[in-house]
């Protein structure tokens, strides 16, 4: 089986326009990758004709002690967005600090998912998530959850869910309060599934010794709690019960509040998602957040 190097290597665009965008590949290996070319192709969708291209990733020289990057120009981009999960297919051949040599691929999503002011934007166009809290949950819930249109909060979800996820199109709050370990082999991770929309965790995020530029990271609150400011936080999540409101501070919070209402189980997700929506309702016109969850 090939070695998985999601967990070393760092990827991420910036000056995305509608004509082209800078895709990056770092290497974060601390030594264990001594270089490393590849190439990327596509895009390939599931639910839309495409036509691939390919774009070269020239060798990039790696250094153990400063993180060196391989940059490429991808023209006409298409990004990846819930409606259509357009993905890439990277291919890189690595040289190792062992001498051997590796070949390694995994899928990517172009990025554009933003966050301005109080409000959150896929591809340009403001989005509120509206989503379940999944227990246990297996990848059979993922189809359902693209067709009813619902993110999921998921506890720790390992890579095949979440590539299964990126796949489908179905937006990922990846719960990881808690957790124990290292954290950012596990951020590294994320910043290779474009699914993952945002990370929970606790303050341990600032004992990371690196924190990938694509990753989003939600900070959970509790009514009761007074308003922290949390810099280090993308987002502001707050946990509700069930008649519980949202704090008077969520109206006016400069960064965007996503509300998670815990109490009525749903038997089927295409309920859970209308559920959001009376949530929503409920909380109106106090509150206008960035996303509702069940």
Do not use: N
């Not at 303050?203 to 810099?231: E, L, M, Q, T």
């Amino acid at each position: 089986m090939a070695e998985s190097f999601s967990e070393q290597l760092d990827v991420f665009t910036h000056r995305a326009t509608e004509s082209d965008v800078l895709v990056e590949v770092c290497d974060m290996s601390r030594g264990r990758v001594r270089a490393f070319r590849g190439q990327l192709r596509g895009p390939y969708c599931q639910r839309a004709k495409t036509l691939p291209a390919s774009f070269p990733i020239g060798r990039c020289q790696c250094d153990e002690k400063v993180s060196q990057c391989a940059t490429l120009l991808v023209t006409e981009p298409c990004y990846w967005t819930p409606e259509l999960p357009m993905l890439y297919d990277v291919e890189l051949e690595l040289e190792l600090a062992d001498g051997t040599t590796a070949a390694w691929r995994h899928t990517l999503g172009l990025r554009r998912w933003e966050i301005d002011g109080r409000r959150l934007f896929w591809e340009r166009r403001r989005i509120v998530l509206r989503g379940i809290v999944a227990e246990d949950c297996t990848s059979e819930i993922l189809p359902a959850a693209a067709e009813a249109e619902v993110a999921l909060v998921v506890r720790d979800p390992d890579e095949s869910f979440m590539q299964r996820a990126s796949d489908l199109g179905v937006p990922l709050m990846a719960d990881l309060r808690g957790y124990s370990g290292d954290l950012t082999p596990k951020l590294l991770s994320y910043a290779w599934q474009p699914s993952v929309a945002l990370v929970l965790v606790d303050d341990r995020v600032a004992s990371a010794h690196y924190k990938p530029h694509a990753v989003k990271i939600g900070c959970v609150f509790s009514p009761a709690c007074g308003f922290a400011a949390a810099d280090w936080a993308d987002v502001i999540v707050i946990e509700l019960h069930e008649t519980e409101r949202p704090p008077a501070w969520a109206a006016t919070c400069a960064k965007p509040v996503i509300a998670i209402r815990r109490g009525e189980a749903y038997a089927e997700l295409a309920e859970a998602r209308r559920g959001c929506d009376r949530l929503q309702a409920v909380l109106a016109p106090q509150f206008d957040l960035a996303g509702y969850f069940v």
